[in-house]
């Protein structure tokens, strides 16, 4: 979704030839634009992944970041022009003021488009959920599996409920909470981990109660970020 709004806002600047870039021939302005875009949709990356836990956390950190990620850009924009051979002038309140107004632009599509989504998710009724019939309070939970039609909550007393319960309903239901899927039928809380066992290739995250579930090489990337991929000692 960022990389879409970014390739939307450079193709934008392409056309009407922003920054005062109309003056450049149509290729270098091509790949000033896809540089400068690029590697600032590269920086929003960065900062989500290492700032966003939880769904309620994008707008705080969007706003956080803007002015420390917007501050380098005079400088992003000489380095690019540099790149593609043009020599760029920018004066940095005229860069800022005009970076403020791209970088809004980006945060309404990307929240619109969020928004879309997440109207075409079915709500997941808090009465009638896994953890309220699991009778388990967010904080208790340590992860769920899926097993055939069911999930096994785990808690992090080491206790579990098996549960007739769809694990993609479960997805939403936990999209709020502190945790990743780890696995095509696994999630974990994050205050439940605990460290991890490598078997062979594979890892296995250690929970708070004596579980473990496995990590799959397709979710490896995100557990690896959160730092949980670490033997415990």
Known sequence: ?????????????????????GALSLGPRIAFWLTLMG??????????????????????????????????????IWLCGQAVGVEMEAMPHD??????????VIFAVCSMVAWLLLRRMRPVRAETGLLAKARIAACDLAAIEAE????????????????????????????GLDGAQVH???WVAAAAVEGAAREGRKWRLLLAGGESVPVSATYAAE?????WLRTKP
């Open 1 to 21: 979704m960022l990389w879409v709004a970014c390739a939307a806002a450079a193709a934008l600047m392409i056309v009407t030839g922003g920054f005062n870039t």
């Open 39 to 76: 590697w600032n949709a590269l920086k929003w990356q960065a900062l989500f992944a290492w700032g966003v836990r939880k769904e309620s956390d994008w707008p705080r950190v969007a706003l956080l970041g803007s002015i420390p990620l917007n501050l380098p850009l005079p400088f992003e």
């Open 95 to 104: 860069v800022w003021g005009r970076a403020a107004a791209i970088s809004a």
């Open 148 to 175: 055939d039609h069911y999930c096994r909550v785990h808690r992090r007393d080491g206790r579990s409920e098996l549960i007739h319960y769809r694990f993609g309903d479960a997805m939403e239901e936990v999209a």
């Open 184 to 186: 095509r039928g696994a």
């Open 223 to 227: 557990a690896r970020a959160r730092g």
